[in-house]
């Protein structure tokens, strides 16, 4: 297969093309966070899972595109480039934080297709959607949404420490943020793919009954996954998360209670 198909090589990196892919892990990134994010998680993956890692808009090559304020827009936004290769392999959902949000709302668009159903969605690092508590920081001014920025160590410190490049990057951090923070789940049915929640055991801003709450949105099989760390625990322990996705996309999936690991 090409390294991209029309249409794709904006939305998506695909940092290791692989003839044996099985089955394709789209990665959403956190707010403020773009595709290079799962490039060490790619790296530990099988050569059966194809990892494309998402690039939203209005960052690094696409800088000049306006942002999206939106979680359900940008769901939308990637499902409608991702659906034509959705239809030709099984796909499976990864998103971070926010990028969890984007994942629940894309898993919805795909369950409605017929053909394209994801086969799982990894929601790391993010409350369940009936749990999302909003927030304000995407009203800060600069200093304060750097402040935040530097506790959750999410963000390059060198970035934060060059002014020139920070004015860059700070619009689509505070675009992202709006968009994690305003999105409200829409009532519905729970998805039908299964749903593995990984999470942080020293999260401030994910406590893991909040993370377990994922079980409550799917119809199918649920897991929980513990690490030890905070919110970015997937920078830390990439070898852990690569092998809970091995373990689900690659075996048979566990069904039953939730695990901790």
């Known amino acids: ?8 090589s904006r939305w998506f990196r695909r940092f290791r093309p692989s003839r044996e892919a099985e089955i394709t892990l789209v990665c959403l990134p956190h707010a403020g966070g773009t595709a290079s994010f799962y490039l060490p998680l790619s790296e530990l993956l099988p050569p059966t899972v194809e990892v494309l890692a998402v690039q939203y808009p209005g960052r690094q090559d696409r800088l000049r595109e306006p942002c999206i304020e939106s979680v359900p827009e940008m769901a939308r936004a990637v499902f409608d480039v991702l659906g034509p290769l959705a239809a030709r392999r099984p796909v499976a959902l990864f998103g971070h934080s926010m990028g969890a949000s984007v994942a629940f709302e894309l898993a919805a668009l795909l369950e409605r297709e017929p053909g394209t159903p994801p086969r799982a969605l990894f929601a790391s690092a993010r409350a369940a959607p009936s749990l999302h508590r909003g927030g304000d920081i995407h009203r800060l001014d600069d200093a304060g949404l750097v402040a935040e920025l530097h506790l959750l160590s999410g963000t390059d410190t060198q970035i934060l420490d060059q002014h020139e490049l920070l004015q860059l990057v700070l619009p689509s951090i505070r675009s992202d943020y709006k968009a994690s923070e305003t999105y409200r789940a829409e009532p519905g049915a729970p998805l039908r793919c299964d749903i593995v929640a990984l999470t942080g055991e020293a999260d401030e ?10 079980r409550q949105h799917t119809t199918g099989g649920f897991t929980l996954r513990v690490f030890p760390g905070g919110h970015f625990y997937v920078t830390d322990h990439a070898e852990a998360v690569a092998a809970a996705i091995t373990d689900t996309l690659c075996t048979a999936p566990a069904r039953g209670g939730p695990t901790s690991g």
Request: without cysteine.
């Open 205 to 214: 801003q994910v406590p893991v009954e909040e993370a377990a709450g994922w």
């Open 1 to 8: 297969m090409a390294p991209y198909a029309t249409g794709e």
